[in-house]
C-alpha cells in the first residue's frame, strides 16, 4: 500500500503564493513520476505539473511561469510553488505519484486525498 498526504492548501488573494506539499509513504521500491494535478467545480481533472525522479518537468501551459514543481527523491516528496495565483486556480489539488512497490514491477497511479486551494478577487 501507498499513501499520499497533501498540505498547504488554503485561502489566498489573486496574486498571491501558495505552497503545496506531497508526501508519500508505504511500500515503495521507486516513483517515476511524481506531481500535482487540480480539479475545480463542474470541469474535469486536469495536470498542473509533474516531475519525474530523472528531473524532467512537465507542466501545464495555464501555469507556466507561474509554478515550479520540485522532488526530494530521499524523502519521497514533491511540492508546487505556485505565484500569481488567480481565481480560475481555484480547485482541489491532488498529488500524484507513479509507484513501483517491487524491483522489475509495473507502476501505478496512487492519488492523495486533495487539498483545498480558494483563489479570491
Known amino acids: 500500500q501507498v499513501q499520499l498526504v497533501e498540505s498547504g492548501g488554503g485561502l489566498v488573494q489573486s496574486g498571491g503564493s501558495l505552497r503545496l506539499s506531497c508526501a508519500a509513504s508505504?511500500?515503495?521500491?521507486?516513483?517515476?513520476?511524481m506531481g500535482w494535478y487540480r480539479q475545480a467545480p463542474g470541469k474535469q481533472r486536469e495536470l498542473v505539473a509533474t516531475?519525474?525522479?530523472?528531473?524532467?518537468?512537465n507542466l501545464a501551459d495555464s501555469v507556466k511561469g507561474r509554478v515550479t514543481i520540485s522532488r526530494d527523491n530521499t524523502k519521497n516528496t514533491v511540492s508546487l510553488q505556485m505565484n500569481s495565483l488567480k481565481p480560475d486556480d481555484t480547485a482541489v489539488y491532488y498529488c500524484?505519484?507513479?509507484?513501483?512497490?517491487?524491483?522489475?514491477?509495473?507502476?501505478?497511479?496512487?492519488w492523495g486525498q486533495g487539498t483545498q486551494v480558494t483563489v479570491s478577487s
Open positions: 500524484n505519484a507513479v509507484v513501483a512497490t517491487m524491483k522489475d514491477t509495473v507502476a501505478y497511479d496512487f
Open positions: 508505504g511500500t515503495i521500491f521507486s516513483i517515476n513520476n
Open positions: 516531475m519525474t525522479s530523472g528531473g524532467y518537468r
